[in-house]
T-cell receptor, first 111, second 116 residues
Framework: EDQVTQSPEALRLQEGESSSLNCSYT??????LFWYRQDPGKGPEFLFT???AGEEKEKERLKATLTKKESFLHITAPKPEDSATYLC????????????FGTGTRLTIIP | GEEVAQTPKHLVRGEGQKAKLYCAPI?????VFWYQQVLKNEFKFLIS????????ETGMPKERFSAKCLPNSPCSLEIQATKLEDSAVYFC??????????????FGNGTRLTVT
């Protein structure tokens, strides 16, 4: 069964404490992997697209990487404003275009 | 517009009543998607459109849910005879048509439906 799994479910870090969030996927024929940030009461905000294994994208304190089985979102020296839920979504083709979301990692940065 | 606009922000309906949600996609985006977000952040795909044509409706509960995207009108998602389990946040998203690589979805801020 095609699945996207994120870990950990929740992560609390001190301000400045770097860490990584994991997104593992078991889908056939991955076409792309998206990362989104979601704040409470808001829709997901697009962060990155990764299309092939080995690809990396960076934006401020965030860096996303992709392998053939998983993606990581590395956060370096986070600030309290980085607190949010981070979602990954796998785009693949199964008779039709499919986009499956993971259940997210709720990140809290403590000042 | 530059954002996906969803209305209303909140909607409260008694069980058995009808609910209608609206979505204006970003100008120039020809694909529209509806998702239902329930507990624990789970995003459930409902339906997608390419312009006014249904592209994929494999996630739609056939009995009570319907959706349309008509020219020059906001897209709509309608739930007839709402049930308690329909309580959720409904997100609309749009994306550009493209050849080759899949462009990302851009989401609205959702409509929170509460069925009492």
């Amino acid at each position: 069964e095609d699945q996207v799994t994120q870990s950990p479910e929740a992560l609390r870090l001190q301000e400045g404490e770097s860490s990584s969030l994991n997104c593992s996927y078991t889908v056939s024929g991955l076409r792309g992997l998206f990362w989104y940030r979601q704040d409470p009461g808001k829709g997901p905000e697009f962060l990155f697209t990764l299309y092939s294994a080995g690809e990396e994208k960076e934006k401020e304190r965030l860096k996303a990487t992709l392998t053939k089985k998983e993606s990581f979102l590395h956060i370096t020296a986070p600030k309290p404003e980085d607190s949010a839920t981070y979602l990954c979504a796998a785009f693949y083709f199964l008779g039709n275009e499919k986009l499956t979301f993971g259940t997210g990692t709720r990140l809290t940065i403590i000042p | 517009g530059e954002e996906v606009a969803q209305t209303p922000k909140h909607l409260v309906r008694g069980e058995g009543q009808k609910a209608k949600l609206y979505c204006a996609p970003i100008k120039g985006h020809s694909y529209v998607f509806w998702y239902q977000q329930v507990l624990k952040n789970e995003f459930k795909f409902l339906i997608s459109f390419q312009n006014e044509n249904v592209f994929d409706e494999t996630g739609m509960p056939k009995e009570r849910f319907s959706a349309k995207c008509l020219p020059n009108s906001p897209c709509s998602l309608e739930i007839q005879a709402t049930k308690l389990e329909d309580s959720a946040v409904y997100f609309c998203a749009s994306r550009l048509t493209g050849t080759g690589l899949f462009s990302p979805l851009h989401f609205g801020n959702g409509t929170r439906l509460t069925v009492t």
